[in-house]
């Protein structure tokens, strides 16, 4: 079975860095991709940032600059570098992974930045 499990959401001040993990395991077939999404209260859930199936990576317009996704495949896992946060980033963060025709999602990791 498939678990996708995420760590390293907390509570920062405006400003500060968090760095977001996330780790696949259970799947017999190799992973695809992996990325980011969020989800504040009221708001649908949207792409932070993500791996392509050829290697590059997107973010979304409000984070780039700020935050860096990479990738550990020996692990597969991949981390959410996150600088210069700003209370709009306060929301649930959710990682997925995609293996051979499936999306996995984890539980979510809150991350909270006061002003």
């Known amino acids: 079975q498939v678990q996708v499990v995420e760590s390293g959401g907390g509570l920062v001040q405006a400003g500060g860095s968090l760095r977001l993990s996330c780790a696949a395991s259970?799947?017999?077939?190799?992973?695809?991709?992996m990325g980011w999404y969020r989800q504040s209260p009221g708001n649908q859930r949207e792409l932070v940032a993500g791996?392509?199936?050829?290697?590059?990576?997107n973010y979304a317009d409000s984070v780039k600059g700020r935050f860096t996704i990479s990738r550990d495949n020996a692990k597969n896992t991949v981390y959410l570098q996150m600088n210069r946060l700003k209370p709009e980033d306060t929301a649930v963060y959710y990682c997925?992974?995609?293996?051979?025709?499936?999306?996995?999602w984890g539980r979510g990791t809150q991350v909270t930045v006061s002003p």
């Open positions: 791996f392509t199936r050829g290697g590059s990576t």
């Open positions: 259970g799947s017999r077939f190799s992973l695809d991709t």
């Open positions: 997925y992974a995609d293996i051979y025709t499936q999306r996995y």
